[in-house]
């Protein structure tokens, strides 16, 4: 009596033919739903994980830039040659001229500090700041009739839609006959926008460039920065070295990778970090595979007494056990797979019923950063997290496997 048709029958007849108690079965069962479980959430969180670095760093990158030239004492004139000159340079995508400043903007009583980014016209669009989103208002009349546009959660402080005005007040003094005084100027708001980001969304005034010339006075071929984006993010190390060349010393240079290295560390170890904790959720569920194999083990030792007497050899009474074992494994796994696809589709779904049903916040962005909530896949980690149930599996199942396939098929029947 041998052969896979006689293992995979008798395994077969284990799984689905569970004893009169039902104790072992429910062992089963919940050996099963813990893999499910534990694999869900390892892939589920991870995603999330994933979704929220991508979108943390797109909207970083999005609304700074890939690299930044910064002009010494914030001024860069004579800009457009050199800006042509870093545009020709290879895997540089587009370059964004602008003036940036810090500010104070005001509206009914209400005062916020704010940075003001000069844009040229053909920028002051959706696509070319990053994850922008209009919310109210519209950016071609901005290009168009001149004022401003703010960050949605700037406007929601102030307390300002779009038709209001609201004054801007630079810490530049200027020269009056009667002293120095703050230069400020109101501005009516064409546009709201949701940059993704909500340090960025609290803080962002955009306008023209030629209007922020001359509220800044600047002349009208200076500027304080040009932003340099890239076709990959990860050739910065390659653009860097030509870049200090072309700049020559006038200006400084940044990567992205120096914007916020601490925040970029930690989150690459945190990734690493979780995967391990969430790891150790599997092994645990694979101990339950250990435990209700070594009792039906105990269960079936008459069993395999007489499988034993009847020619079945030790290599196939472990073949036996190790496809139950490995069976309930790779089920859990499977089942985790289809839980964590469901939960990553409708991850926005669950986070508004989750808010409606018990009154929480699940994602706030003050303390997330970005506004909304995502899951990006990455299949090399889903893979890496099948292959370690796996292994977790079979590793849980050769010790009950070779415990049966010792028994002494005598010494049983002689206590039936």
Known sequence: MSGQGFEWTVARRYLLRPPSDGFISLNTILSVVAIMLGVAALISVMSVM????????????????HAVIYGYSAKIDNYQPLAEKVAS???????????EAQVMVTQNGRSYGAIVRGLPDEHLTEASMG??????????????????????????????????????????????????????????VQAVVELGLYQFDETFVGMPLDQAQTFFRYDENTISNIEIFLDDPENIDAVLPILTDVVDGKAIIQGWRSYNPALIGALQTERVAMFMILSLIV????????SSLVMLVKDKSGDIAILRTMGATR????????????????????????L????????????????????????????????????????????????????????????????ASRLDPVAVLRHE
């Open 50 to 65: 994933n979704g929220f670095r991508a979108g943390l760093m797109e909207s970083i990158l999005g609304h700074q830039g």
């Open 89 to 99: 340079l290879p895997h540089v995508k587009r370059v964004r001229p602008y003036i």
């Open 131 to 188: 994850d922008a989103k209009v919310i109210d208002g519209s950016l071609n009349i901005l290009r168009g009739e001149g004022g401003i546009v703010l960050g949605y959660m700037l406007a929601r402080k102030l307390g300002v839609r779009v038709g209001d005005t609201v004054t801007i007040i630079s810490p530049n003094s200027v020269s009056t006959p009667f002293g120095s005084t703050l230069r400020y100027l109101a501005f009516p």
């Open 283 to 290: 092994l645990v569920a694979v101990f339950n595979i250990s």
């Open 315 to 338: 290599r196939s009474i472990r073949r036996v056990f190790l496809i139950v074992g490995l069976s309930v494994g790779l089920t859990g796994i499977i089942a985790g797979g289809v």
């Open 340 to 403: 964590s696809s469901l939960f990553i589709t409708y991850i926005v779904e669950i986070k508004v019923f989750i808010e409606w049903a018990f009154g929480l916040n699940v994602w706030d962005p003050e303390t997330r950063w970005i506004s909304e909530i995502r899951a990006d896949v990455d299949w090399v980690e889903v893979m890496l997290t099948v292959v370690v149930a796996v292994v977790m599996s079979f590793l849980a199942t050769v010790i009950p496997a070779i415990r």
